[in-house]
């Protein structure tokens, strides 16, 4: 299963990538990390026909905190994902994920906030942050990723995206 992830789009009026579209077709299901600011993107994700799971960030307006909820857990084939945005500080993020589910047993964390790529494995659990598809504020590009999840295991590939 291939799951394709994306966070802190922070969008009002500007298009998601076209590139990214393009590869979310090839997808089983999309997640959002939080920070859509509208719903904009959010219309957008959830009419490309595949499942799509989120949670609000900081940024967003009260009609995606309606919609969405502040942490999820997901579990696709065994494995068990910890949704959230994050909160703080750029190097508090992973520290106060991991706070979010401190009751539950996952296998990976998926976050945004910091607009940093992050895919990193700690004690045995995935840490995967997509950075930012329209906004490289903390990271060198903008990107987004992809999760692969097979044979009990879950993998995380973070893809940049060309600007131009």
């Not at 579209?21 to 490309?48: Q, R, S, Y």
């Not at 990193?120 to 990107?143: H, M, Q, V, W």
């Amino acid at each position: 299963m291939r799951i394709g992830v994306i966070a802190d789009t922070h969008l009002t009026k500007e298009k998601i990538p076209e590139k990214l579209l393009d590869l979310f077709t090839d997808v089983d299901a999309i997640i959002h990390c939080g920070d859509f600011v509208n719903d904009t993107v959010a219309e957008v994700l959830e009419n490309l026909g595949k499942p799509f799971y989120a949670v609000f960030g900081n940024m967003d307006e009260d009609m995606i905190r309606k919609k969405y909820p502040r942490r999820q857990v997901l579990e696709f084939e065994g494995i068990k994902i910890g949704l959230f945005h994050g909160r703080g500080a750029p190097d508090e993020v992973r520290e106060s994920v991991e706070m979010a589910f401190v009751d539950e047993h996952v296998d990976a964390y998926v976050f945004g906030h910091s607009h940093a790529p992050l895919n990193i494995e700690k004690d045995g659990k995935l840490f995967f942050n997509p950075g930012s598809a329209t906004d490289k504020r903390r990271a060198p590009y903008c990107s987004f990723g992809i999760l692969t999840v097979a044979d009990g295991k879950i993998h995380g590939e973070i893809i940049p995206l060309d600007k131009t």
